[in-house]
T-cell receptor
Framework: DQQVKQNSPSLSVQEGRISILNCDYT??????FLWYKKYPAEGPTFLIS?????DKNEDGRFTVFLNKSAKHLSLHIVPSQPGDSAVYFC??????????FGQGTELSVKP | TGVTQSPTHLIKTRGQQVTLSCSPI?????VSWYQQTPGQGLQFLFE???????NKGNFPGRFSGRQFSNSRSEMNVSTLELGDSALYLC????????????FGPGTRLTVT
């Protein structure tokens, strides 16, 4: 039972353009949603989060949008840079403090 | 220093057992373990806090763990199967929010 889903395994974007990574979830009781970024041979690093009571959170080039009625969140990266090329995981925290991750989307930003 | 894991890579054969080690960031009392496989993403195995298992994922009993008084944690997989080949990640945090987790680089396990 995949409670958090990232349906696009990969995404390719031109440098300078917007990257939009999507994530869907099934459990309406999740408290927090997070995005992690992972480079090869490294562990995931926390990127940005959003509380379930908000619909938008912005941090520099990264913005996360939450649509609770659609049970959907997205990560926007503007402008995209080659150094953003990595695997991005969305995750949701349940009330027990457990993080449930999606399958990941591999972003490739081409110069 | 950050979260460290050992070994970085290892190769085992089916039926063997393996023990992986994780040293959390100093002062972090919670250690969580995850399995990363292509197509499945990161799947939560278990979390230990102050030497007690606090949370558990949906993995068979072949997967077990423990935490020591210095917060270091070990994960054990017995009777290895080919499907256990994966990157095993551990993460540590204070007792705060899950987004304050810091991940180690992982141990790549290959089962042949």
């Amino acid at each position: 039972d995949q409670q958090v889903k990232q349906n696009s395994p990969s995404l390719s974007v031109q440098e300078g353009r917007i990257s939009i990574l999507n994530c869907d979830y099934t459990n309406s009781m999740f408290d927090y949603f997070l995005w992690y970024k992972k480079y090869p041979a490294e562990g995931p690093t926390f990127l940005i989060s959003i509380s379930s009571i908000k619909d938008k959170n912005e941090d520099g080039r990264f913005t996360v949008f939450l649509n609770k009625s659609a049970k959907h969140l997205s990560l926007h990266i503007v402008p995209s840079q080659p150094g953003d090329s990595a695997v991005y995981f969305c995750a949701a925290e349940n009330q027990g403090g457990k993080l449930i991750f999606g399958q990941g989307t591999e972003l490739s930003v081409k110069p | 220093t950050g979260v460290t894991q050992s070994p970085t890579h290892l190769i085992k054969t089916r039926g063997q057992q393996v023990t992986l080690s994780c040293s959390p960031i100093s002062g972090h009392r919670s250690v969580s373990w995850y399995q990363q496989t292509p197509g499945q993403g990161l799947q939560f195995l278990f979390e230990y806090f102050s030497e007690t298992q606090r949370n558990k994922g949906n993995f068979p009993g072949r997967f077990s763990g423990r935490q020591f008084s210095n917060s270091r944690s070990e994960m054990n997989v017995s009777t290895l199967e080919l499907g256990d080949s994966a990157l095993y990640l551990c993460a540590s945090r204070t007792s705060g929010k899950a987004y304050e987790q810091y991940f180690g680089p992982g141990t790549r396990l290959t089962v042949t």
